[in-house]
Nanobody
Framework: QVQLLESGGGLVQAGGSLRLSCVAS????????MAWFRQAPGKDRDLVAV??????AYDDSVKGRFTVSRDNAKNTMYLQMNSLKPEDTAIYYC?????????????????WGQGTQVTVSS
């Protein structure tokens, strides 16, 4: 059974940093597309960052502040979040695909974690 487990969320002041982790179990996702999405209260779930083949892409709102990475040996993906803003407050979800390269819609990712809350105070 494939599971994705996020951790590292919490409450932080504006300007602070957090590092999210997503540990996969049940199969290896080495080289497969993985992504971070987030959902703020009352809003749709949106893509934050994606590892897609050899391409790393970010939403414009987090470019220069967030960095996505992976450790294939640990079957783990990370999201380093710096210079956090109150508008970054959301539940952050880890997602993984069955393809090495895929689209960036929610439907393109077959596996999802339960999410971790990130709250940024002003």
């Amino acid at each position: 059974q494939v599971q994705l487990l996020e951790s590292g969320g919490g409450l932080v002041q504006a300007g602070g940093s957090l590092r999210l982790s997503c540990v996969a179990s049940g199969r290896s996702f080495s080289g497969y597309a993985m992504a971070w999405f987030r959902q703020a209260p009352g809003k749709d779930r949106d893509l934050v960052a994606v590892l897609n083949g050899f391409i790393t892409a970010y939403d414009d709102s987090v470019k220069g502040r967030f960095t996505v990475s992976r450790d294939n040996a640990k079957n783990t993906m990370y999201l380093q979040m710096n210079s956090l803003k109150p508008e970054d407050t959301a539940i952050y979800y880890c997602a993984a695909a069955d393809e090495l390269r895929t689209g960036t819609r929610e439907a393109d990712f077959a596996y999802w974690g339960q999410g971790t809350q990130v709250t940024v105070s002003s």
